[in-house]
């Protein structure tokens, strides 16, 4: 079945940096565009980032252009997040994303906290 296992959050202090792991299986990986979201407590869920399948061209939320970025690795069936100069306003369930046509698959997010 399909499973999206999320890995790599934690507890860092602001300005420290983290990198997300989610693992895709179930699916074929390379034909989807793979995006990270985040939700914070009392907030909506909202989009961060986003990779295509092919050209693998990259997207940001303004919060984060220029502090965090996306990969995936295709082969390992893999999608990355660097998450660099980290902020208390980041803090936040983290969730890997696997979205093409109508299909549309959730892991089960792991937590951030940016916090001294």
């Known amino acids: 079945q399909v499973q999206l296992v999320e890995s790599g959050g934690g507890l860092v202090q602001p300005g420290g940096s983290l990198t997300l792991s989610c693992v895709a299986s179930g699916f074929t990986f390379s034909a989807y565009m793979m995006k990270w979201y985040r939700q914070a407590p009392g907030k909506e869920r909202e989009w961060v980032a986003s990779?295509?399948?092919?050209?693998?061209?990259?997207n940001y939320a303004d919060s984060v252009k220029g502090r965090f970025t996306i990969s995936r690795d295709n082969a390992e069936n893999a999608v990355y997040l660097q998450m660099n100069s980290l902020k208390p306003e980041d803090t936040a369930v983290y969730y890997c994303?696997?979205?093409?046509?109508?299909?549309?698959?959730w892991g089960q997010g792991t937590q951030v906290t940016v916090s001294s």
């Open positions: 990779i295509t399948s092919l050209r693998g061209t990259t």
């Open positions: 994303n696997a979205a093409l046509l109508r299909s549309n698959y």
